[in-house]
Structures are given as C-alpha cells and as structure tokens.
C-alpha cells in the first residue's frame, strides 16, 4: 500500500507540474502578452479560467479515480483474483495512455466547454468588451496546450508507474498469478508511435505557438490584413511539418530497426539456435545491449551443455544400474540405441531427433528395475503371471523417467519407452495402440529391440544367428512391427554386411 501511495503523490506532482508548464506558464502568458484589452476585462478573463479550471478539476478527477480504482483494489483488498489482478495489471500498464485520454477529454472538454460559453455569455450581454475572435484563438491554443500537457503527462506517468507495475507483479507471484503476468506482456505503446509523435509535435509545436500569438498580436492591432502574413505562415508550417515528419521517421525507424534485430535474435534463441552471435554493429546504447545479448546466450549455450552432460550422466547411471541387475542383458540397451539410431538416420531425422531417440532407446528397458528379481532373472519361461508383470515395465519406465526435471528436457523420450511393445496389428502392450497410433520412437524401438533380443545369448538359449533373425523380422513386417522400419532396419544389416566383406 506504501508503494500505491507514494505513487499518488508522485502522479499528483506531475500533473502539477505539467499545468504549471502547460496551462499557467504558456497559456497565461499567451494571454497576457499577446492580447490587447482593457485590465477588467483581462481580470474577467482571468476568473473565467479559475472557474473553468475548478470544473475542470473536478470532471478530471472523478475520471482520475475511475482509472486507478482496478489497481487501488489490487493493494486495498486481501483476496484478490488472478483476473481483477490481471486487468489491474493492465490498467497500470496503459496507465499513460490514459493519462492522455483524460487531458483529451475531462481535461480539454472540461475546461474549454464552460470558458467559452462563460466568455460568449459574457461578451454577448455586453459586460465582457473583447472580439469573438479570441473566443477562436483561445480554443485554438488550448488545444495546442493540451497538446502540450498531454505529452508532458504522458512521459511523466511513464517513469512513474515502473514502480508500481513491479511491486504488483511481485504480489502476483506471491499469489501464485504467472500466466496473468505473461499475459499482460504487450506492446501498449510501440516505439515508432511514441517517438514519431514526439518528435513531430517538439518540430511543430514551437511554429504552431508562434502562428497563434503573432495572429492574435496583428488581430489586437488590426494589422490582422498583413500583406503575404499568411503566405508566409503557411511556407513556414509546411517545411516544420516536412522536416519533424522526416526526422522522426529516421529516428523511429532506426530505433525500431535496432530493436527488431535483437528480437529476431532472441527468437532463434528460443527456438535454441545458438549458431549465430547478434553482430555489434551500434555506435550508441545499443552497443551495450547487444554486448549483453552476446554474454547471456554464451551463458545459455554453457548452461544448457551442463544440462545435457547431466541428463546423459543420469541415463549412463540408470542403463548401468539395469545391466548391473542381470548379467546376460549386459549391453542391450546400448545396443538396441545403436540400432535405432541407424534407423533414424535412413529415416532422414535430424541430429537432434537422433540424440533424442538414442536417449530414448537406451532407457527403454528402465522400467525394469521395478521388476521382482525372481521373475526379472528367472531361467526358464515365465507364468502368465510372471509376464504380467514383465509387461508392467514400459509403463514403470515412463513413470520413472517422468520425475526427471525439468520435464521438457525428457518429455520426447518418454512416447518411446511406453509404446516399444505396441505392434502394428493392435496386439501389443500396454495400450494396445494400432498402426500409425503407435509414436515414432516406438515403431523403431520395437524392432530394434526384438533383433537384439533374437540374437543375443541367454541363459536358456544361445543367440540367433542373424539371418533367422531377419527373416522373423520379415515375417512380421506390417503386424507385428512397422514395414518401413524393418526395410530400414534391414537395409542397415546389409551395409554393415558389404561394409565387412570389403
């Protein structure tokens, strides 16, 4: 709550300051010193601003407080919701821009409205002696001092919101409240807008104000006939604007240019390309900022190879743990990884897919470490019972893989090790998947690891010799395992072979 009012106070010493800058210091001086009237009538003038402003006030205020009541609510109440916290986030944040429409509207209406009227009233019964014709000037000069307020306004509230939205995204993580947070990180303001207008309005501003005071100057002297004036005036408008529309276009667009570059590199960064370093090619800020890009994705690209080292360790340790559990399947998972592996590569899948079925084959079997040693290391054949048990293992090993975290690093993996005993004809376990249902990973592990079970030597039986092994392959091609991936499987087996006999 110390936060929320501090800010108040702040809020209100901008819009202190701003009138004094905008409606007192330019728009009383205009007034005093361009216009030509009687002192009463100057006094009158005077003491209809003072109850214009007073109007004023008050509509601004009661839009003031309209505004600010959804953040109020966030640090006034105990319980609050992850949605009145999140559009009180989103009030805070578009808190300038309403600092604007308010100076636009409560602001400028508000006290236009009732000065003008009060003035026309006034001249029209005769008590007030000024031309209608500075009722015009004086509208026109309030807009352009709204104008005017509404920039110094807008920059002013900037800087002091910044506070406030971090200790409200600090309280909506105490609550719990991250998808809310995320989801009010928009662009509200784009730079190209915000530095366009700034500096289109700095270039015109000043030739704008000139304009009016010297029209109402030559209009109280009643050289308002000027020869040329306008001529000249309008000459002289055309090139300010021409020159702030051309300034603030360079100065947007290299500001937006320099800040696309370093959002399309941040992009690849979260899609994990980190092949390319964001070339330095800045002379001002910018320079630092992309130093500082460079520094976080080397430290991203360190991290993320720990990362990688840790989970390859973990996988090292548990295949090493399963083998350590029965000394005649000593090698399979590593085996069965190489084979599906090869697999993959005649598939035509990527580096990273391969890395990713290698991890996932060679903790296929991992589930097995929840298996009761005297079925897990039973010699003879197994009960119905006892292969009721075995075929548990695919889903324990998902459920062991599944604590590592965090998740994402192993979530591809985990589709392989539950489904490497589904068959294509829907006869295999434990979901009893069907054809292309089965994932990817499965279909190749499937076969991968059923020519290394075939071939390998077991307590009961020695090891197939590989040209049996292959024609059970072929024999199951398209029921029991995956058509495509046995011809993989199998055109592997015959290059190795040319590559032996060479």
């Known amino acids: 709550m110390r936060m929320f009012e501090e800010t108040l106070k702040k809020l209100f010493m901008n819009y202190t300051i701003g009138s004094i800058l905008a409606v007192v210091g330019v728009g009383s001086t205009l007034m005093v010193m361009a216009l030509n009237i009687r002192q009463v009538d100057l006094l009158m003038l005077f003491l209809i601003q003072f109850f214009s402003f007073c109007i004023m006030l008050f ?92 920039m110094i306004e807008f920059f002013l509230t900037l800087r002091t919101m910044r506070p406030l939205i971090r200790d409200m995204m600090q309280i909506g993580r105490m609550h719990g409240f991250h998808e809310a947070i995320r989801a009010t990180n928009v662009v509200y303001v784009p730079m190209k807008v915000k530095i366009g207008l700034s500096v289109l309005f700095i270039g015109i501003f000043p030739v704008l104000l000139f304009v009016l005071a010297t029209e109402v100057k030559l209009f109280a002297e009643g050289k308002n006939t000027f020869s040329g004036y306008w001529t000249w005036t309008i000459v002289v408008l055309v090139i300010s604007i021409l020159f702030s529309l051309f300034a603030a276009r360079v100065l947007s667009e290299d500001v937006e240019r320099s800040i696309e570059d370093l959002l399309q590199y941040m992009s690849r960064v979260q899609r ?201 392959l072929l024999e199951g091609r398209g029921t029991q395992w995956d058509a495509q991936m046995v011809d993989c499987f199998i055109a592997f087996l015959q290059e190795r072979e040319q590559e032996k006999v060479s």
């Open 272 to 472: 994990k390309e980190y092949d390319l370093m964001c070339d330095n090619v800045y002379i001002d800020e910018f320079s630092e900022l992309t130093n500082g890009f460079n520094h976080m994705v080397d430290a991203i690209v360190e991290r993320d190879e720990k990362n990688k080292q840790l989970l390859n360790s973990f996988i090292t340790v548990m295949t090493t743990a399963l083998d350590a559990r029965d000394e005649y399947t000593a090698g399979h998972s590593q085996r069965v990884a190489v084979y599906a592996v090869e697999i993959g590569k005649r598939l035509g899948m990527t580096v990273e897919q391969l890395a990713r079925l290698y991890r996932s084959a060679i903790l296929h079997d991992i589930g097995k470490i929840g298996i009761p040693d005297h079925i897990l290391l039973k010699d003879g054949k197994l009960t119905d019972e006892e292969f009721t048990w075995i075929k548990k293992h695919p889903i324990l090993g998902e459920n062991i893989i599944r604590q590592v975290q965090p998740i994402e690093e192993v979530q591809d993996l985990l589709p392989g090790i539950r489904s490497h005993h589904e068959r294509i004809d829907g006869k295999g376990y434990p979901d009893g998947l069907k054809g292309e249902d089965i994932p990817l990973f499965g279909r190749i592990i499937a076969v991968a690891d059923a020519f290394d079970a075939m071939t390998s030597d077991r307590p009961y039986r020695k090891g197939m010799h590989i040209e049996k092994a292959t024609s059970i």
């Open 59 to 150: 509509i601004e205020y009661r839009a003031f407080q309209k505004d600010i009541y959804p953040i109020r609510l966030i640090f006034s109440e105990t319980k609050v919701t992850e949605e009145q916290f999140y559009w009180a986030l989103v009030q805070a944040k578009r808190f300038p821009l309403l600092t604007v429409r308010r100076i636009a509207l409560p602001h400028f209406l508000g006290l236009s409205i009732p000065a003008v009227a009060m003035t026309v009233s006034l001249i029209f019964i005769d008590v007030l002696r000024i031309p209608y014709m500075y009722v015009v000037y004086a509208l026109f000069g309030a807009l352009l001092i709204a104008m005017l307020h509404a």
